[in-house]
């Protein structure tokens, strides 16, 4: 009896042992991967996970308001990030687009055309002012390349901003609802299964959509498009023509020479020391990235602009150095891509400024930390992100 009875003990306290080891690795396995739970930004029937990315400069009162409009179109994309790294191209998983919230009969008439024609890509954007360029020119680039019409909110940011070449929507969410959604595993790398839409159904896309390869077909017919608004181009070339009369005062024998203007983008702010592993340009990367250009173009001008300026001003310095400030995002973009060449650091507003410039771009070729959960977002060498003409440093 005594025997017995030890034995029950034994295997009672093996069954507690093993249930602690077996919560004790779920908590553990749970914090790892907190910060990829976010970037996937699942929206499962109202849910309120989110991610935000690092904001690119300061959105005004009215910004903010759109801002905050788009962020409640939710985006209900469900895939999974593999660890590792991994090829660059993986199976898109269907996503649901709508939530047990939505009950009402949609009264816009184009919901009908919607359902009958079967040959539309719909796109919600994510994130901030770089991100959403990124998920517009490959939504665009992807629904151009399956021969499909791409619609949007009428309440899109960019609009207010760029003249868009799409089919703008009232009632979006309504619209759309009950359409299958599709969506990489990687935020910053290709997927070439996206390029090969099966026909016969409507699609909304999903994720960041970040690599210049979904739209590199049409990529004349996005920088024509992501050509920035008269009123904010003129006050980009007053601040450019002030930027070259100080340059002037500064080096009288080159009074009458235009300098080559170098657009300079620093991003810091919240990307220093951020947990999911963005990274941010280091002082030595800019001594090496202005030395290029100052031995390539003897009659240079840098036109900077950031969001830590007290940092930059430190390590980036000289006659040859125009600091922009007090300017809102949208103004600061036009500047930068109004210069001839570009010395681009981290983040999707750097990456824009230097794709729309059109000349030369060196940039900061390490953007993650290695083994964290932003590296995994990128493919393994990093040419889904970065077009292969630039110059990393």
């Not at 070439?192 to 739209?215: P, R, T």
């Amino acid at each position: 009896m005594t025997t017995r009875h030890s034995r029950c003990n034994v295997l009672s306290t093996r069954n507690v042992l093993s249930l602690v080891v077996f919560c004790g690795f779920t908590t553990f396995m749970a914090y790892q991967w907190r910060s990829e739970l976010h970037v996937l930004h699942i929206y499962i029937n109202g849910s309120s996970l989110t991610f935000t990315p690092p904001h690119p400069a300061k959105l005004s009162t009215n910004q903010t308001a759109k801002r905050a409009a788009i962020a409640r179109t939710k985006l209900l994309a469900v895939s999974a990030i593999p660890s590792g790294n991994i090829p660059t191209t993986t199976t898109t998983q269907p996503v649901l687009t709508t939530s047990r919230s939505m009950q009402a009969v949609c009264k816009n008439r184009f919901r009908e055309e919607y359902l009958k024609k079967q040959n539309y890509l719909c796109s919600r954007p994510l994130g901030r002012f770089g991100n959403i360029m990124f998920v517009y020119a490959s939504s665009y680039g992807i629904a151009t390349y399956n021969n499909r019409t791409l619609i949007m909110d009428t309440g899109f940011l960019l609009k207010d901003y760029f003249n868009l070449n799409v089919q703008l929507v009232d009632d979006f969410e309504c619209v759309i609802r009950g359409t299958k959604g599709l969506g990489p595993r990687q935020a910053c790398a290709f997927e070439e299964s996206l390029m090969h839409i099966a026909k016969g159904e409507n699609v909304c896309l999903g994720s960041y959509l970040q690599s210049y390869k979904y739209f590199e077909h049409v990529q004349d017919s996005i920088k024509k498009q992501f050509t920035f608004k008269k009123e904010i181009n003129d006050k980009a070339m007053g601040i450019i023509n002030g930027a070259i009369n100080t340059f002037h005062k500064r080096n009288v024998t080159v009074k009458d020479t235009r300098p080559v203007l170098v657009g300079v983008h620093v991003r810091r702010g919240d990307m220093v020391k951020h947990k999911f592993g963005f990274t941010v340009a280091t002082p030595e990367y800019l001594g090496n990235a202005s030395k290029y250009y100052r031995d390539k173009y003897p009659n240079t001008l840098f036109i900077v602009c950031s969001n830590d300026m007290t940092w930059t001003k430190k390590h980036l310095v000289g006659d040859d150095v125009f600091y922009v400030e007090g300017n809102t995002f949208d103004v600061d973009m036009a500047v930068l891509v109004s210069c001839d060449h570009s010395l681009s650091t981290v983040g999707s507003f750097s990456w824009w400024a230097g794709f729309l410039a059109g000349g030369e771009v060196v940039y900061y070729q390490w953007p993650a930390l290695e083994q964290s959960g932003l590296r995994r977002h990128f493919s393994a060498d990093y040419k889904d992100f970065f077009p292969p003409s630039w110059v990393g440093m």
